[in-house]
């Protein structure tokens, strides 16, 4: 089972509890960007409005992002009803007493929430030292009558002649992002469609349903991919350039790699319309898978195209018989080149288990541009080269044909 399987199952599981939120996360896909996999959004409070309204905003951003096809499920923990002790110090009677504020709080810090003390060293190993009473000394308001203070004398008085405890409710914590009083919420794309669906629906929902008041900004992993999205267009436009100029080096054209370039969209085609087949998203995984697909399809064109060449100008062919000849010297190679490399990306393509996500989008990705690149490739690049060559030629002329080398 998938870890989305295992998810989905465990709330199912949960789902008759209501007693309790219960929510399920993947682990971060890199370690350290965020808490878990998928997004991560905080709800910003721009005129520093009460909590409460921040809260019953969150809560209401929450139920129209759980509407959204696109998204799994959206939670936050910010709640303000969270039970709480208030704790009010009599600083005047604790100054008469010459007890200071902070050695009071520094008391019950030690008592309740623990405190670092000290270091130790001891078969090799650096050990972290830390107070706290036990779990019976500090379980009821009456445990403050067991807890004392030391004065400047020395002398040990009750914390509890210092202390007065209220029980109120409120936030458990308060975050602030940006300047601004913030809700983080994480959350989920829903089971065929891409975190980047997630993120255009999160922004249609704080666009139409939240108010001026509020914003948003993404964190974590989801703030990189919000930050990178549309980036992939300039560096696929970046290969095909460096191919092209390459190539025009290398034929002495800039027509003729025409030849070799056109014929990339089908096989880039191909490997998006496998992923689609197969309910594969488009990640980055098989963005990089058709990176690496251009480099392969054009190192086949660009065999039939140099052989079409030879063909061409050393034996003096027609340029129809050129582009017959060398599509036919490498008939075979291309084919077995092109299948074995199939057939390796096979295991990754049902790969199940571990990273099977990131295994399947390059496996799929890359096995179906190959494929579709290399049929469609071995018919349409003799057709380019001739329509291209026929035009290189009209500008300059026919090529002479090379004398061998004796």
Known sequence: ??????????????????????????????????NTNGFTVDLQD??????????????QVQQDLMKRPEIQFAASYFRTDYPQYRVDVDAAKAQRSGITVKSILDVMQAYYGGMYISNF????????VYVQAGSKYRGSKNSLQNIYVKNKNGQMAPISSFVDLKRIYGPHSISRFNLYNAVEMNGAAAPGYSSGDALKAIKQVFK??????????????????????????????????????????????????????????????????FANLFGVTNNVYLQ????????????????????????????????????????????????????????????????????????????????????????????????????????????????EKAQDET
């Not at 721009?46 to 809560?59: C, F, I, Y």
């Not at 300039?234 to 290398?250: H, N, P, Q, R």
């Open 121 to 128: 060293s001891r078969f090799g190993k650096l050990y972290r």
């Open 288 to 399: 990089i898978a058709a990176i690496v697909l251009m480099g392969l399809l054009a190192k086949n064109a660009i065999l039939i195209v140099e052989f079409a060449l030879q063909r061409r100008r050393k034996q003096g062919m027609d340029i129809v018989t050129a582009a017959i000849k060398g599509s036919t010297a490498r008939l075979r190679p291309i084919l077995m080149t092109s299948f074995a490399f199939i057939a390796g990306l096979l295991p990754l393509a049902f790969a199940t288990g571990v990273n099977s996500n990131a295994n399947n989008s390059i496996g799929i990705g890359t096995a179906g541009g190959m494929f579709i690149g290399t049929i469609v490739g071995l018919f349409v690049v003799p057709i380019l080269f001739v329509i291209f060559q026929n035009i290189q030629e009209a500008i300059s002329g026919p090529p």
């Open 208 to 273: 139409n349903k939240v108010s001026k008041n509020y914003s948003y900004a993404f964190a974590g992993l989801t703030r990189q991919e919000n930050q990178s999205r549309g980036t992939e267009l300039y560096i696929f436009g970046l290969c095909l350039t460096f191919v092209f100029f390459l190539l025009s080096a290398l034929y002495e054209s800039y027509i003729v790699p025409l030849a070799v370039i056109l014929p990339l969209p089908v096989g880039l085609a191909g490997s998006f319309g």
């Open 1 to 34: 089972m998938s870890v989305n399987q295992v998810i989905a199952e465990l709330q199912k599981k949960t789902a008759g509890i209501k007693e309790a939120d219960i929510t399920f996360f993947a682990p971060p896909v890199i370690a350290g960007f965020g």
């Open 46 to 59: 721009l005129r520093n409005g009460s909590l409460k309204e921040l809260s019953a905003v969150s809560t």
